[in-house]
């Protein structure tokens, strides 16, 4: 199957800094990547929709000036969570989707101290 | 809103033991209905889905059928191997949403002993 990497996979980082998560589609191409958020013991939520050359659809409640989506290529899609505070701390994952099937990256997991 | 509810986890098995891990959802419509598997240190992964009533899917021994009355897309598996570790997601994708959004359930940690 088509595979989706995702970079870093762990992040530490100061409170008030940005971190960027990379994901990467690799063997294929994804107009569209999806980003989703995991608190501990429940279920991903979908944050915003990456569209290629144009501005990101964010889901209702997601603060898109805190969570900037990059999506300048077919096989990149970037999440930069801006002036981190320790409640962003959570796990980031993507998704890409190949011949109609969603391919998840491994995920990337944000500590903010 | 659409919505899918998972048997709560953790679950502990012995090798060889029968599986069954419990979902139902909520939605409006006929949402199409599926499973990942996330391995540790890995990404999601499909294992299975159903897109319509009394549809069965199956994968890897693992089955799931498309219950409407009951609302519910139950995974079992007959016989469990220590390589099933993992967490498991039902999730259900409604198709006036678009192809790609998918509501999860919260996951069950499964684990299986030798």
């Known amino acids: 199957g088509a595979v989706v990497s995702q970079h870093p996979s762990r992040v530490i980082c100061k409170s008030g800094t940005s971190v960027k998560i990379e994901c990467r589609s690799l063997?294929?191409?994804?107009?569209?990547m999806f980003w989703y958020r995991q608190f501990p013991k429940q279920s991903l939520m979908l944050m915003a929709t990456?569209?290629?050359?144009?501005?990101?659809?964010?889901e209702q409640g997601v603060e898109k000036d805190k969570f900037l989506i990059n999506h300048a290529s077919l096989t990149l899609s970037t999440l930069t969570v801006t002036s981190a505070h320790p409640e962003d701390s959570s796990f980031y994952i993507c998704?890409?989707?190949?011949?109609?099937?969603?391919?998840f990256g491994e995920g990337s997991r944000l500590t903010v101290l | 809103g659409n919505s899918v509810t998972q048997m709560e986890g953790p679950v502990t098995l012995s090798e060889e033991a029968f599986l069954t891990i419990n979902c139902t959802y909520t939605?409006?419509?006929?949402?199409?209905l599926f499973w990942y598997v996330q391995y540790p240190g890995e990404g999601l992964q499909l294992l299975l889905k159903?897109?319509?009533?009394?549809d069965k899917g199956s994968n890897k021994g693992f089955e799931a059928t498309y219950r409407k009355e009951t609302t519910s897309f139950h995974l079992e598996k007959g016989s469990v191997q220590v390589s099933d570790s993992a967490v498991y997601f039902c999730?259900?994708?409604?198709?006036?949403?678009?192809?790609?959004?998918?509501?999860f359930g919260q996951g069950t940690r499964l684990t299986i002993n030798p």
């Open positions: 999730a259900l994708r409604k198709e006036a949403q678009g192809a790609q959004k998918l509501v």
């Open positions: 998704s890409a989707e190949s011949a109609g099937e969603l391919f």
């Open positions: 939605a409006t419509g006929y949402p199409s």
């Open positions: 159903a897109t319509k009533a009394d």
């Open positions: 063997d294929f191409q994804a107009t569209t």
């Open positions: 990456s569209n290629e050359g144009s501005k990101a659809t964010y």
